[in-house]
């Protein structure tokens, strides 16, 4: 291990002037201590003391600005190879970031004060190190100063195939509803201006100076427009064929894998499919390259081009579902208060029931539709605990191949990432022990893995791990909805479990056997017991592990919608009951979206 550590520090830029110094990595690795955090654990935070100098030897940190109005500022992430800490064990002054890990991680760290002697005995440490904190301090500043940039925004075609100039033509009608927005273009410059230079930093002053959105459609590295804006991009956004063989050229692999140290350039994939064409390939786009998401876009269809547009503004609106089994009717009864009311709906995702709903309705953009598919899939969970389900108790009590197989049918071999609308479910990944985000996926796969209640169906085998009903851990994903769209975004939640008290007075022993609980059921005797409802009694006990992150996401939505659902079953309802729980969604969402205010555009 000693000899991959060495090896390692041998290769960090901080020490590389020190490499051929003879033993002295094998002193110095001894004075090492590696440290290991799990996911979200922090390694100092923000006004902490500097005790230590730090090397990231594996995993991701996510360093965070608290600013004086008391919000958080999310900077960037530091990668292998990459220090932290520097400014402070050079200084002593406290910490002025919070970094946490952003994955599982190790890092290597230092004692300030052994630090400091290498960079007397060996300047050339000191002069490496100051470097980064130079380059790192004019990145924050120049972030704090233009919020994160958000506002500089590039446009990069994948390769030279990409009809760049129809989504350019699409793109600028579409603007004509933005005053704020403000698209300049390499090509638009060299045809407007084909004799003369033009000056392109004084346009991008002027638009700054109005407070613009600045789009910068960009060719290459070398026309006076990217070199202009280089240092001001916050956000990037590569535009690919769909339904091709992905390419990427040297200009896109450059801005893509492009390293602002400890800035995080956020780098999002469009993909253009022409009129009636479905979206086969996106995965494969997605492979090559660590994009943040990615968008599906109709090259015809306006609507597409809108939402694309509240994306790139951070004002795009986002729909989160809960779980609650066959309450789930009235998330279907909201969607339709919310088509009615002609608020967009630019990406939706739930968990449990609610993931069945958003799959549905991101497969078919069609309320009837989702309507239909959904009552087919409820259908074949109706009868899920019956005992011509029973199946042998090795992970389960029951089997769930009626639902499994509609599941099938409906979506058939279609992926999350070819949807239309971005959408997400949610499991609990049992094998790990945590939440699941998926935002790539086989569809069926998905929905059986999301309703997986635990020990009434069997997990879902996903990459060989457990998956169950997400519901368990976060049943009202609204943080996973905000960190995909931004703080700026809108974000409607459905909530179907109520966290009303129960006022019903139970009575029966603490020891109840087979006998007296049968007669009991039937009326035959003991008559005074009241029992209550064992598998909603079941279900909702599962529910309570995430009750309070439950109620931390219903207060960070924009807007919550929760219709009194608590006189219906989880498990299964009657016709009667599914059309009440419909309408009891529809009113709520009405009554909601009346009084929020939000500018209505589809």
Not at 91 to 98: K, Q
Not at 199 to 204: M, Q, R, S
Request: aromatic share 8%; glycine share 6%; with cysteine.
């Amino acid at each position: 291990m000693n000899g991959e550590l060495i090896q390692f520090l041998k290769k960090c830029k901080v020490f590389a002037s020190i490499e051929n110094e003879s033993g002295l990595f094998e002193a110095l690795i001894a004075q090492f201590e590696l440290v290991r955090l799990k996911e979200n654990n922090v390694l100092f935070r923000q006004g902490d003391s500097s005790d230590y100098f730090y090397i990231v030897y594996s995993g991701k940190l996510s360093a965070v600005l608290t600013v004086p109005n008391g919000k958080s500022r999310n900077i960037g992430q530091i990668l292998p190879g990459e220090t932290v800490g520097e400014l402070g064990s050079l200084t002593g002054e406290p910490r002025t970031l919070t970094v946490k890990a952003h994955e599982p991680a190790e890092i290597l760290r230092l004692p300030d004060n052994i630090f400091k002697k290498l960079c007397q005995q060996y300047p050339s440490i000191l002069f490496d190190t100051i470097h980064p904190v130079i380059t790192r301090s004019r990145q924050i500043i120049q972030v704090l100063a233009s919020g994160d940039n958000k506002k500089h925004i590039a446009i990069i075609p994948a390769n030279e195939s990409v009809n760049i100039s129809v989504f350019e033509e699409k793109l600028t009608e579409s603007l004509l509803h933005y005053k704020k927005v403000i698209l300049i273009s390499d090509t638009k410059l060299d045809s407007d201006n084909p004799n003369k230079s033009v000056n392109v930093d004084k346009i991008i002053q002027e638009a700054e100076e109005h407070n613009h959105v600045i789009l910068y459609l960009l060719k290459t590295t070398e026309t006076p427009l990217a070199r202009a804006c280089s240092d001001k991009i916050g956000k990037i956004y590569i535009v690919a064929e769909g339904n091709t063989k992905p390419h990427f050229s040297n200009f896109a692999i450059e801005k893509i894998h492009q390293n602002k140290q400890l800035i995080q350039v956020r780098r999002e994939l469009i993909l253009l499919y022409k009129k009636n064409a479905v979206p086969l390939n996106p995965q494969e786009w997605l492979e090559h390259a660590n994009f943040y998401m990615h968008h599906n876009i109709r090259s015809d269809y306006d609507p597409d081009y809108k939402r694309l547009l509240r994306f790139i503004r951070g004002k795009a609106v986002g729909l989160v579902l809960s779980g609650g089994g066959a309450k789930g009717w009235a998330h279907i009864g909201a969607i339709k208060a919310i088509f009615e009311a002609h608020t967009p709906i630019d990406a939706i995702g739930g968990t449990s029931a609610g993931a069945l709903v958003s799959t549905l309705y991101a497969y078919t953009e069609n309320y009837d539709e989702t309507l239909r598919k959904f009552g087919t899939l409820l259908d074949a969970t109706r009868n899920i605990v019956s005992f011509r389900n029973i199946c042998w108790p090795a992970i389960s009590l029951f089997s769930c191949e009626q639902f499994t197989t509609e599941a099938q049918k409906i979506f058939g071999k279609k992926r999350i990432e070819n949807l239309w609308l971005p959408t997400f479910c949610t499991t609990c990944n049992l094998s790990q022990f945590k939440e699941a985000i998926h935002f790539n996926g086989i569809l069926w796969e998905l929905a059986r893995g999301t309703v997986a209640v635990p020990g009434i169906v069997p997990p879902m085998i996903l990459n060989g791990e457990m998956h169950i009903d997400g519901g368990v851990i976060n049943n009202l994903p609204v943080n996973v909805m905000r960190d995909m769209l931004g703080p700026e975004s809108k974000i409607i939640a459905v909530e179907l479990i109520s966290k009303g008290l129960d006022n019903v007075k139970y009575n029966f022993p603490p020891s109840l056997n087979f006998r007296e609980a049968f007669l009991a059921k039937l009326g035959l005797g003991y008559k005074d017991y009241k029992f209550p409802p064992f598998i909603d009694t079941f279900l909702q006990s599962l529910l309570v592990g995430s009750s309070v992150k439950q109620r931390e996401n219903s207060l960070a939505a924009d807007l919550l919608i929760a219709p009194d659902t608590a006189n219906y079953s989880m498990l299964k309802v009657n016709e009667t009951e599914k059309s009440a729980l419909i309408q009891l969604g529809y009113q709520a969402a009405l009554e909601k979206i009346s009084t929020w205010g939000l500018k209505k555009s589809r």
